[in-house]
């Protein structure tokens, strides 16, 4: 057993109410489960549930990785591509589909297991799939909203030029926090910008770069002009998601792009701010056309190296199942993947912006679909950073070939 179960089955044992599984029945088959350390218990608390259900053919021990969804792939990437037999059930961020499909780390769905997924919101489904088959069971989703003070907004934006006209109007209360360091959201941020504007990075083989001029200056003209104008925090540049949540909380901002977590760590950590805060849809781009946003979540997929890939299929399905998704959201405030889980009163009751994220939900759109993903995106991150030095013709021509370079594997350093 890899010293990382090791660690993981000991704390399980030692605080059993930590969620990871109840006891199991002698000899039944262990399925370990690697993915992020949830903080609310939900993905613990699936994994126990899934366990009784499953009435003593499995259990399902959670092994917990990294916050860090760089720092997860980095530990999963090492374990699957050394084939190893520990890793039953993988925990995806969606924009590993491609990688670990294509390298032959994980087992695709078959009809059946496939079947058991349905009535799921499109573009989950489309995350969890490549090369026309599902990889995954679409788990939990997420997308960014815009949340604004409704004390002193009183109607959101409904385009970018009108959220930095209201910024700037309301001075130093104007900030809209958003998130500008060299990660991944970055490259979260300029891909809505660029869908929004109806462009695309690559084409629809995925193989491609597209970013047509038109869009793609565009894109980088209002990230541009955000970066530089009295409406950008000020430490933008260096900032991800929990530096903007923060920043709200404490009251320096009007609006935030952000996903759903800062709604309930508001109500628990500034719940003055939270009494007057509002969401709505990401600002749109052009007037003329819907924004887009970039989709975020996690899936379950099945370890190709794995002891147990008939049981960890079921265990997979189950783990994704609509009870488990509404205790997801009930426990942790996680978006369902499944539609009709969004007129759940359950549901709503802990996610009352519903139908604003399913909205947004339904016509998400993906990052770019490819085993190449990870040098795609760090070569977005690095041609658009810093923010305020983007000059659009000039920045749209070094991403360009920047973005062709990851697609053709060139060193990137």
Not at 87 to 109: H, K, Q, S
Not at 186 to 196: A, D, E, H, K
Not at 382 to 391: E, K, N, V
Request: proline residues 8%; charged residues 20%; negative net charge.
């Amino acid at each position: 057993m890899s010293r990382i179960a090791s660690i993981a089955l000991s704390i399980c044992g030692a605080l059993p109410l930590a969620g990871c599984g109840p006891e199991r029945p002698a000899g039944a088959p262990v399925l370990r489960w690697y993915v992020f350390n949830e903080p609310s218990g939900a993905f613990a608390a699936a994994a126990s549930a899934c366990s009784a259900a499953a009435k003593g053919a499995y259990t399902v021990s959670l092994v917990p990785l990294p916050a860090d969804a760089d720092q997860q792939r980095e530990q999963l990437v090492r374990r699957l591509a050394a084939g190893d037999r520990d890793v039953d059930l993988v925990g995806m961020d969606v924009i590993w589909t491609a990688e670990f499909a294509a390298a032959g780390w994980i087992l695709p769905f078959g009809d059946a297991e496939a079947a058991r997924v349905e009535g799921r919101l499109a573009p989950t489904l489309e995350s969890a799939s490549w090369d026309g088959r599902l990889w995954a069971a679409p788990f939990t989703t997420n997308a960014q909203l815009l949340w604004y003070r409704a004390d002193r907004v009183p109607e959101p934006p409904a385009t970018w030029d009108d959220m930095l006209r209201q910024a700037m109007a309301l001075g130093r209360d104007g900030t809209v926090e958003a998130q500008g360091a060299r990660y991944e959201g970055l490259t979260v941020l300029f891909v809505s910008l660029l869908r929004s504007s109806g462009g695309r990075l690559l084409d629809d083989s995925n193989r491609e770069v597209s970013l047509a001029p038109a869009p793609t200056e565009r894109a980088l003209e209002v990230l541009a002009r955000f970066a530089t104008s009295g409406a950008a925090p000020a430490n933008f540049s260096n900032a991800r998601e929990d530096d903007s949540r923060l920043a709200f909380e404490a009251g320096h901002a009007s609006f935030m792009l952000n996903y759903t977590f800062v709604w309930p760590s508001a109500q628990r950590n500034a719940p003055e701010v939270a009494r007057h805060m509002a969401w709505a849809r990401w600002p749109r781009v052009s007037a003329d056309l819907p924004s887009r946003v970039t989709l975020g979540g996690i899936n379950v997929g099945v370890g190709a190296h794995g002891r147990h890939p008939a049981l960890a299929f079921d265990a997979a399905v189950c783990l994704a199942s609509a009870d488990n998704q509404r205790m997801a959201a009930r426990m942790g405030a996680l978006p369902p993947t499944i539609e009709s889980l969004y007129d759940d009163p359950a549901v709503r009751a802990q996610l009352p912006f519903a139908d604003a994220l399913r909205d947004t939900l339904r016509d998400a759109v993906q990052r770019p679909q490819t085993p190449l993903y990870s040098d795609v995106s760090l070569a977005i991150d690095g041609a658009l950073h810093p923010p305020r030095a983007i000059d659009p013709p000039v920045t749209a021509a070094r991403l360009r070939a920047a973005v062709g370079r990851a697609l053709r594997s060139e060193g990137l350093l």
